[in-house]
């Protein structure tokens, strides 16, 4: 049984930061691209930031140079850290692990980012 658990989330003051981490268990880890999205209240789903198995990244424009995505193969766990946060970065965070049209998702963390 494949398991996401996300944590970290939480409230922040803007320009504040957290770190988000997502423990997975019931899958080859290492085989499994993994990113994280976030929905935000009547918008759409949207890809925040991906690591691929080589350790490649990628990010939304929106968070270029704010977010960092990184992952530990030894732990199982992927995280995200997020500085210089924004009121527009309130969303509910999701870890999402990918290989090939296989796809699994956590319950989601919320990071609501006001004064």
């Known amino acids: 049984q494949v398991q996401l658990v996300e944590s970290g989330g939480g409230l922040v003051q803007p320009g504040g930061s957290l770190r988000l981490s997502c423990a997975a268990s019931g899958l080859l880890f290492t085989s499994y691209n993994m990113n994280w999205y976030r929905q935000a209240p009547g918008k759409q789903h949207e890809l925040v930031a991906g690591?691929?198995?080589?350790?490649?990244?990628n990010y939304a424009d929106s968070v270029k140079g704010r977010f960092t995505i990184s992952r530990d193969n030894a732990k199982n766990t992927v995280y995200l850290q997020m500085n210089s946060l924004k009121p527009e970065d309130t969303a509910v965070y999701y870890c999402n692990a990918k290989y090939f049209v296989r796809s699994y998702w956590g319950q989601g963390t919320q990071v609501t980012v006001s004064s």
């Open positions: 690591v691929t198995t080589g350790g490649t990244t």
